[in-house]
């Protein structure tokens, strides 16, 4: 009998609920039964309802069978798993189930297919054409495909990318840096996450190229301290690259270097600002910088630096492989190419969907998520992090753009999505949203540190019916302050889940009605 390939994945959120007992209880199971099995311990194919998910090589493709536990293994193997029979598990073609067929994987083409570590499947897979391509090109042209390309800022901002990197690589200095921020601390995100574990390959391709098209020989990715895998991942993929020649003083033969280094980070949801986190690099304290001078003219050591999100950086490769024209060719309006939505909270199925910029939040909720776990109406979505706002079920049919979300005082942001049914209390939200700022604000501005505080004071005392209406007034002034007022995003955008929930879910508050003309 030939050698039998399974896939058991290695993210965290598979080892979470027990991949690596469920790997080794095949790898187990196959030397007692005499099976000569090949285990790859792939990435996530971002189904986690489904974790762990098991697939196996078969001529006509990958089957899939999961949750898998390892009281399974035995029965799956009994069934006939090595040559993909059918079993209560089993999915069928991997590619044919729903949640993955219905999807636009660009960015998240390789991930679960091929092995993280492994050089040879990512060039099997069209990895390093994107740099093969920019060795071959000069500077001007590589960040004028960027350009054109329409990518934005995949880390919530949505700042044009091909700006940032023509800014720095127009800026004269004898160095020049390229920051990637990986500290990804927003609820209900894990396509960083998934990234660095599953696709590291990707991540460095995008951030040589960045070097490469502004000048910039060194590079630094700031991963969240609470992402161990992530950070080990990283280390060794960076060390099998160099050792390979796609990193280092001489790229290929190439005469242009760049080298990477790995930074964790410092535990502070303020350092995923892009100032504090370069603060936080230099061995600082992360607290925000006052701009100007913008980090693309002085910012890491004071040198000119471009500073990307993870999926920002991820996005290049397939860019600069297949040209501009086919990336924005995708999405709508100046929301180019796709987003690698994340479906958390209260939701049936959770994970990641990779679509084009135009789907609809009711879309993912349904076509995708199946609905509310709890099996109750979903009352709210806050999408884009814990400064996102509460959209409501009048909201949900707005097409998933930048501009259109702008356009009713909310965010794309980094694609995350946190659900909640009809039993959550917008009020309790409200006031959680001031205090994670109060107690995440870095202290420098007055608006942030002080009106955060505030801000739990007075949700308290409207939800204890203390002179309610004034207090309503109250907090709407204060998020003024703090919307126009705060030095960062920090405290700029927390009144974005106060005043959603208010306005929106009134009723959550005791109050009667929304307040439209305040809104």
């Not at 990715?221 to 993929?237: D, F, G």
């Not at 004071?302 to 996005?315: D, L, Y």
């Not at 501009?324 to 690698?340: E, H, I, N, Q, V």
Request: glycine residues 12%.
């Amino acid at each position: 009998m030939s050698a039998v390939t399974i896939y058991v994945p290695r993210d965290s959120a598979a080892l979470a609920v027990g991949a690596d007992k469920v790997a080794q209880r095949f790898a187990d199971a196959a030397g007692t039964r005499g099976i000569d099995l090949h285990i790859v311990r792939n990435g996530s194919r971002g189904m986690f309802w489904l974790e762990p998910l098991v697939e196996v090589a078969t001529p006509n493709g990958r089957v899939a069978y999961g949750p898998v536990t390892p009281d399974d293994v035995a029965g799956l193997l009994d069934a006939g798993l090595p040559s993909g029979a059918e079993h209560a598990l089993g999915h069928g073609l991997t590619d044919r189930i729903p949640y993955l067929a219905k999807q636009e994987r660009l960015t998240f083409a390789r991930m679960g297919i091929t092995d993280p570590l492994s050089l040879n499947d990512y060039q099997a897979h069209e990895g390093f054409a994107g740099l093969k391509k920019a060795l071959s090109m000069a500077p001007a042209d590589i960040w004028q495909t960027v350009l054109d390309s329409g990518l934005r800022g995949r880390g919530g901002a949505a700042f044009p990318a091909g700006i940032k990197w023509k800014t720095v690589a127009g800026a004269q200095a004898p160095q020049k840096y390229i920051v990637c921020n990986a500290d990804e601390g927003d609820s209900g995100t894990f396509s960083d996450r998934m990234t660095m574990e599953g696709d590291p390959y990707m991540l460095i391709e995008g951030m040589t190229i960045a070097g490469l098209a502004t000048g910039a020989t060194q590079g630094y990715i700031y991963v969240r301290s609470e992402y161990p895998h992530a950070y080990k991942v990283l280390l060794e993929a960076v060390a099998r690259a160099e050792a390979a020649g796609w990193l280092g003083p001489d790229i290929l033969h190439s005469g242009r270097g760049f080298t990477l280094h790995i930074r964790r980070a410092a535990g502070s949801y303020v350092c995923g600002e892009e100032t504090a986190m370069l603060e936080s690099i230099e061995g600082k304290r992360g607290i925000v910088r006052a701009k100007p001078p913008l980090p693309a003219i002085s910012g890491l050591f004071g040198k000119p630096t471009v500073i990307n999100n993870v999926i920002t950086f991820a996005s290049v490769p397939i860019i600069l492989a297949r040209g501009a024209a086919f990336y924005k060719d995708y999405g709508m309006g100046r929301s180019a190419g796709t987003l690698p939505f994340q479906l958390a909270g209260n939701i049936k199925h959770g994970g990641l969907v990779e679509k084009a910029f135009g789907l609809t939040l009711r879309e993912l909720l349904y076509d995708f998520g199946g609905g509310s776990a709890s099996g109750r109406p979903i009352k709210a979505v806050q999408v884009g992090g814990p400064l996102g706002t509460y959209l409501p079920e009048s909201q949900w049919d707005i097409p998933l753009d930048y501009e259109a979300y702008a356009a009713v005082g909310a965010v794309v942001g980094h694609g995350g999505m946190v659900v909640h049914d009809d039993t959550a209390d917008l009020a309790q939200l409200a006031r959680y949203a001031m205090e994670f700022c109060a107690i995440e604000s870095c202290g420098k501005c007055t608006p942030c540190r002080i009106g955060s505080t505030r801000g739990v004071e007075v949700i308290d005392k409207i939800n204890a019916n203390r002179n309610r209406p004034q207090q309503v007034k109250l907090l709407r002034d204060l998020c003024d302050t703090m919307l126009n007022g705060s030095l960062c995003a920090m405290g700029g955008m927390t009144p974005y889940p106060v005043l959603s929930a208010l306005n929106h879910f009134p009723q959550d508050f005791g109050l009667a009605a929304p307040d439209r003309a305040a809104a």
